[in-house]
């Protein structure tokens, strides 16, 4: 059966199809600058040549026709028609409290998401755009909503509870939600994999390192904390936001420099991070080239993104009480082989020790600590994509 994974922005949209039986991938691609002039679709089907199509993608429908086209073209597609198409799985980012699986998309189902819009404004909106667009273009195939903070929804009140008044949990679900909990389930459940254990059986802490970033604590299966919030601001040194700061700091900013508190708002998610610390980039590895260089403020700020993260590994160890696994997953968790020597440099005493030769890998599944470590540190490729596929097949079944 071919599922189609579909993950909608406000003017992007990505899309994979992918071969539920042997999860191999179609065809995927990218449309971006929907709504906006000098629209283009890349689309790679497997085993062929990248396709470029520059046209005019005026709204989303648009695009999801386009991606239909371009799937079912006669020479770059990969399918006859769209009756090949088994389900589409959307990419949901937020879920509030409503959600804490995947579900089958009803009009019931969108009115739910429609109300969680106000606590993701830039996400929500954008994928009930991209939902309705594949409902009037497909409308006899059932679709599928799998949400980022469904995962953490196992946390307790303990976890998820933020020292406020309670009032404004009970008027605005102010609370902790987490978010790339479908990268942690996909990430801790092949980590137990990889161990050759059951995942119902361990701890595992799961470090999704990408430009944004989080850390979770899966405890026998379910999270049991997550380092992600309210919103994806809060949490480990990322690319361009903050982190963890102390609130005050917003109101004297805003003071000083006469920001309002959007603008705040948008200089700790956009202009914060490795960005912001350093003055180089978001991008870690101009920041690691930029350290290697001699640039101080380079390498303070990777110093202290490692540390965060370090920081939030021994967080969750009390939380669990110990750990089995920690796994490193992501675009920098995947790649950057110096930088989990870095943190690994703060897990000593946990009995675990990372080996050089074994960590000297990139996107591969990989146990990366010396044998005999009483804590197994691995490396382990994250693929949301094929997770939304996995959870969209279990729910047309
Ligand atoms: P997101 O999905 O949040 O945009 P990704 O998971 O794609 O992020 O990760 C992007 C980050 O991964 C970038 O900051 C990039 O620098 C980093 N990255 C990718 N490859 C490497 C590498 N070889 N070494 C260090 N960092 C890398």
């Known amino acids: 059966m071919n599922i189609l994974v579909i993950n909608c922005g406000s003017s992007s949209l990505k899309y994979q199809l992918i071969d539920s039986d042997s999860e191999a991938v179609l065809a995927k691609g990218l449309c971006e600058r929907i709504g906006i002039e000098g629209s283009v679709l890349t689309h790679t089907a497997a085993g062929k040549d990248k396709v470029v199509i520059e046209t005019p993608m005026p709204t989303h429908t648009t695009a999801v026709k386009l991606v239909i086209d371009a799937l079912t073209d006669a020479n770059h597609g990969v399918i006859n028609s769209v009756d090949e198409i088994a389900a589409v799985g959307h990419r949901i980012v937020h879920g509030g409290e409503k959600f804490t699986s995947s579900a089958i998309i009803t009009d019931e189902v969108i009115k739910n998401i429609e109300e969680c819009s106000d606590l993701a404004p830039l996400h929500n909106p954008a994928h009930l755009i991209g939902i309705n667009s594949c409902r009037e273009l497909m409308p006899n195939v059932p679709m599928v909503a799998v949400f980022d903070t469904a995962f953490h929804q196992t946390m307790p009140e303990k976890a998820y509870l933020y020292g406020l008044p309670y009032e404004y949990y009970e008027k605005y679900k102010v609370r902790r939600y987490g978010f790339h909990g479908t990268s942690h389930d996909y990430v801790s459940a092949r980590a137990a994999e990889i161990l050759g254990k059951k995942r119902e059986d361990m701890k595992i802490i799961v470090c999704h390192l990408g430009n944004g970033g989080s850390v979770s604590a899966v405890d026998h299966g379910k999270c049991v904390d997550t380092s992600m919030g309210l919103t994806p601001l809060q949490g480990i040194i990322m690319g361009t936001r903050s ?117 000297n890998v990139r996107g591969v599944d990989a146990v990366i600590s010396k044998d005999g470590s009483k804590v197994a540190l691995l490396c382990v490729p994250t693929n949301e994509e094929l997770a939304i596929a996995r959870q969209t097949l279990a729910l047309i079944k």
């Open 243 to 359: 982190g963890d700061i102390d609130p005050a700091i917003c109101d004297f900013i805003c003071q000083k420099e006469g920001l309002t508190s959007q603008e705040m708002n948008n200089v700790l998610n956009k202009k914060s991070g490795v960005l912001g610390m350093s003055g180089v980039s978001s991008d870690f590895r101009d920041v690691e080239a930029a350290a290697k260089e001699g640039n101080k403020r380079a390498a303070n700020a990777l110093d202290a993104y490692y540390y965060s993260v370090a920081k939030y590994i021994g967080a969750y160890v009390a939380a669990m009480n110990g750990v089995d696994a920690i796994a490193f997953t992501a675009g920098v968790g995947e790649n950057n082989i110096s930088g989990r020597v870095e943190i690994a440099k703060y897990l000593g005493y946990l009995g675990t020790e990372i080996d050089t030769e074994k960590n």
